[in-house]
T-cell receptor, first 113, second 111 residues
Framework: GNSVTQMEGPVTLSEEAFLTINCTYTATGYPSLFWYVQYPGEGLQLLLKATKADDKGSNKGFEATYRKETTSFHLEKGSVQVSDSAVYFC????????????FGTGTSLTVIP | SQTIHQWPATLVQPVGSPLSLECTVEGTSNPNLYWYRQAAGRGLQLLFYSVGIGQISSEVPQNLSASRPQDRQFILSSKKLLLSDSGFYLCAGRDFSYEQYFGPGTRLTVT
């Protein structure tokens, strides 16, 4: 079946620290992989995506590489800011998942000055 | 890209009252549409999805129902709200790119 597993939170980091949020997946076929961000009280926004193996998605200093051999799509940022405080969701979708989107449980990040 | 509109932004309703949340889409036609619920501090729970007018799939049996009267309109309803229906409701759309676009959400508090 299809599923996404994210590291448990919450994560608390100091400003300018390095961030990694782990995400692994199980899927049939070749899914597209996504990271979404949810700021307090808001809907989800697409942060970045990768549609095939070895693709690197990047946006706003965040990066994630689609690793088929390890079925992973870990989110990284070299230097976090207070404004990065949010909940981050890893997700997958493909024609093999039918009409469904599979989300991880979300990881809450708090960045302190 | 799609833009998802939801209203109202916040809603406080008494137990036993009816509910109607509306979602509309612009920027695409014939999208797949989704309703999710997010309880406080929890992940996303898929409630319903629709692949076209009048076509609704329910993922979780519950007190809620959904309808799609027009191609770009998706409505979440309840005849009698329960306390457990409180949460953050998100509407989303998906086009051919497999990417989901989310609305701003509705915060529902049932008292």
């Amino acid at each position: 079946g299809n599923s996404v597993t994210q590291m448990e939170g919450p994560v608390t980091l100091s400003e300018e620290a390095f961030l990694t949020i782990n995400c692994t997946y199980t899927a049939t076929g070749y899914p597209s992989l996504f990271w979404y961000v949810q700021y307090p009280g808001e809907g989800l926004q697409l942060l970045l995506k990768a549609t095939k193996a070895d693709d690197k998605g990047s946006n706003k200093g965040f990066e994630a590489t689609y690793r088929k051999e390890t079925t992973s799509f870990h989110l990284e940022k070299g230097s976090v800011q207070v404004s990065d405080s949010a909940v981050y969701f890893c997700a997958l979708s493909s024609e093999n998942t039918g009409n469904q989107f599979y989300f991880g449980t979300g990881t809450s990040l708090t960045v302190i000055p | 890209s799609q833009t998802i509109h939801q209203w109202p932004a916040t809603l406080v309703q008494p137990v036993g009252s009816p509910l109607s949340l509306e979602c509309t889409v612009e920027g695409t036609s014939n999208p797949n549409l989704y309703w999710y619920r997010q309880a406080a501090g929890r992940g996303l729970q898929l409630l319903f999805y629709s692949v076209g007018i009048g076509q609704i799939s329910s993922e979780v049996p519950q007190n809620l129902s959904a309808s799609r009267p027009q191609d770009r309109q998706f409505i979440l309803s309840s005849k009698k709200l329960l306390l457990s229906d409180s949460g953050f409701y998100l509407c989303a759309g998906r086009d051919f790119s497999y990417e989901q676009y989310f609305g701003p959400g509705t915060r529902l508090t049932v008292t």
